[in-house]
């Protein structure tokens, strides 16, 4: 079985030629040998022995086995040239079509890789478009966001200088009404002690036109009177000392209490009063 097997797979490459050989083969020496039966039963009736001989050698079985190897080793080794081609052929076209197909896989990895390049490109150019965007926003919203903080801030100081210039505004109306009142309460509390030294002096019988004597006094807040020196004479001692007795007859001067303590201190801790025959001048 083994064998058998063996020679199907030896005899594989040529089934045909070798299994028409065989029957050829057989076929010869099946009719050799019903030939060579015939010729003994019969040889007395052939006239011709000689035609059995040369048909005989014709048909040598040897000579002919060998023409029809030969012939099938033409044809054997034809059909193995043609194969041979064929294969040659078929490995080319195999060849061929395995390059074109490379071609073709290389052109699809290079259409592939310029598409990958052109969409990494689409990408960061749409990258840096978004950055180049977004950098633009935000100058933009800074820039906006300057503006505000300028305008705030000019606002704030617009706000400021207006507050400054109200308050300056009212320091100054507060200011010039203190002032004012400052001014009245020193009048006011000037006349009154000029009114009150006038009515205690007695002009001495020696004053004439033109004398004048000019008295510094010292007082406290509650009006009362520290000293009165006499610091520039009128030149008659008699009208000097009736212009001190004048202020020490007027003293306490008691309006000065209700002063307040810086009106006090700027204009009376230290007043100076003239005296003259026709009128009583500070």
């Known amino acids: 079985m083994n064998n058998t097997f063996n020679n199907l797979i030896i005899y594989n490459g040529y089934p045909l030629s070798i299994v028409l050989a065989l029957v050829f083969h057989i076929l010869i020496f099946l009719t050799l040998i019903y030939l060579q039966s015939t010729s003994e039963a019969q040889s007395l009736?052939?006239?011709?022995?000689?035609?059995?001989?040369?048909?005989?050698?014709?048909?040598?079985?040897?000579?002919?086995?060998?023409?029809?190897?030969?012939?099938?080793?033409v044809v054997d080794q034809r059909r193995r040239e043609e194969r041979r081609q064929q294969q040659e052929a078929e490995q080319q076209r195999q060849r061929e079509q395995e390059a074109a197909e490379q071609q073709q896989r290389e052109r699809e990895r290079d259409q592939a890789a310029q598409s990958e390049r052109e969409e990494l490109e689409r990408q960061r150019a749409e990258r840096e478009r978004r950055e180049s965007e977004e950098v633009a926003r935000q100058q933009a919203n800074e820039?906006?966001?300057?503006r505000r903080e300028l305008a705030e801030q000019q606002e704030r100081q617009?706000?400021?200088?207006?507050?400054?210039?109200?308050?300056?505004?009212?320091?100054?109306?507060?200011?010039?009404e203190a002032?004012?009142?400052?001014?009245e309460l020193v009048q006011s509390a000037t006349?009154?002690?000029?009114?009150?030294?006038?009515?205690n002096w007695s002009r001495p019988p020696s004053a004439r036109n033109g004398m004048r004597a000019v008295l510094q006094i010292r007082m406290l807040p509650t009006g009362e009177l520290v000293d009165a020196n006499i610091t520039q004479s009128s030149g008659d001692p008699?009208?000097?000392r009736s212009a001190?007795?004048?202020?020490?007859?007027?003293?306490?001067?008691?309006?000065l209490q209700d002063l307040p303590i810086n009106v006090f201190n700027a204009n009376f801790r230290s007043l100076s009063l003239i005296f003259e025959p026709e009128d009583l001048l500070n």
């Open 45 to 73: 009736e052939l006239v011709q022995p000689t035609i059995i001989k040369a048909l005989f050698i014709d048909e040598n079985p040897q000579l002919r086995n060998q023409q029809l190897r030969q012939q099938q080793e």
């Open 143 to 146: 820039e906006e966001r300057r």
């Open 158 to 176: 617009r706000q400021q200088e207006l507050l400054r210039q109200r308050q300056q505004e009212v320091s100054e109306a507060a200011a010039a």
């Open 179 to 183: 002032a004012r009142t400052e001014y």
């Open 191 to 199: 006349a009154l002690i000029q009114q009150v030294v006038q009515e």
């Open 238 to 240: 008699a009208f000097d």
């Open 244 to 255: 001190e007795t004048a202020v020490i007859r007027a003293a306490p001067f008691s309006e």
